[in-house]
C-alpha cells in the first residue's frame, strides 16, 4: 500500500492521542516534528481543519494521514483496520 490514507475524522488531538495506544497495539509509538511514528512502517500526521457547525453543535474535524514505509500491502491493510477499530466510535 503505496498511497497514504487519508482520513477526515471527527475528533480533536487529545482524542487523538488517547486512542492512539489502541492502534498501535505492542508498536511503540514516537512523536517528532508533528508526525507520530508507530513501530519502524507507519507515520501518521494530524492537520486540524475548520470545525463543522450544525445549529448550536460544533464538531472538530481533523484530517488524519497515514504513510507506510516498509513492510507488505497486508501489514498496511492490518494496520488501517486495527487503526478503524481503535477510533470507531459507537452512537445508540
Aim: aromatic fraction near 8%; glycine fraction near 14%.
Amino acid at each position: 500500500m503505496s498511497a497514504p490514507v487519508v482520513k477526515e475524522m471527527a475528533l480533536t488531538r487529545a482524542e487523538f492521542l488517547r486512542l492512539l495506544p489502541g492502534a498501535a497495539g505492542e508498536a511503540p509509538v514516537r512523536e517528532g516534528d508533528g508526525v507520530f511514528r508507530v513501530g519502524g512502517a507507519v507515520e501518521i500526521a494530524l492537520d486540524p481543519q475548520p470545525p463543522r457547525r450544525l445549529g448550536l453543535f460544533t464538531i472538530p474535524v481533523m484530517r488524519v494521514t497515514l504513510r507506510f514505509h516498509g513492510g507488505t500491502d497486508e501489514d498496511a491493510q492490518a494496520f488501517v483496520r486495527r487503526f478503524d477499530r481503535a477510533f470507531q466510535k459507537g452512537g445508540g
